[in-house]
């Protein structure tokens, strides 16, 4: 097992001063982030792999990576199960960086859908990321999150029932199923 950072926690930091600073706290892998347009905290950064600049920040994610010596745990993206692009995207984007992995979130409950109804929409849509999935050689993954309809192993078992656990799995985030 290797211990890592997820990027998203160095928002004022470069890409090559972000791989600096993990393997220098002893780290052995990193998660990048991709494309956080909202959640700019200093006013300027763009995070770390952009899609609009997809091949030169996998680059230099990749390269400062390798210099430092970290693994490169996977991608972690904004992108939902029900959008198609944005999960071709982020895929091209691992599959640059050498990346195995990325996040696919699965749906935001607020209500106004009923949850049987999303959660059988959201079933269907995984059938459809674990094929874009196989096709890119990229696993997705479905984070363990509040909020969403899998805000617990169970449900996301109960989602992801019958997908290949190869190209579709679960990522354990109990940081976000207490909240």
């Known amino acids: 097992m290797k211990l890592g950072v997820y990027s998203l926690i160095t928002p004022d930091y470069t890409i ?19 494309d956080y347009p909202n959640a700019v905290w200093d ?18 994610a ?3 990576s390798e210099s430092n010596g970290l693994t490169i745990a996977g991608l972690g993206t904004r992108c939902d199960c029900f959008d198609k692009d944005c999960i071709r995207r982020n895929m091209e984007a691992a599959r640059l960086v050498g990346a195995p992995a990325i996040r696919v979130m699965a749906p935001r409950y607020d209500g106004s859908v009923h949850y049987d109804e999303l959660f059988a929409r959201a079933r269907d849509a995984y059938a459809e990321v674990e094929q874009m999935a196989r096709d890119a050689g990229v696993r997705a993954l479905v984070e363990l999150h509040h909020g969403l309809i899998t805000p617990s192993a169970s449900a996301a078992r109960r989602l992801l029932e019958g997908r290949d656990p190869e190209w579709v799995a679960v990522m354990y985030d109990p940081g976000n199923m207490v909240r």
């Open 16 to 34: 090559e001063e972000t791989a600096e600073l993990v393997a220098g706290i002893g780290y052995e892998g990193i998660e990048w982030t991709v």
């Open 43 to 60: 006013g300027k950064s763009r995070w770390h792999i952009s899609t609009d600049e997809l091949e030169e920040t996998c680059r230099r």
């Open 62 to 64: 990749r390269e400062a």
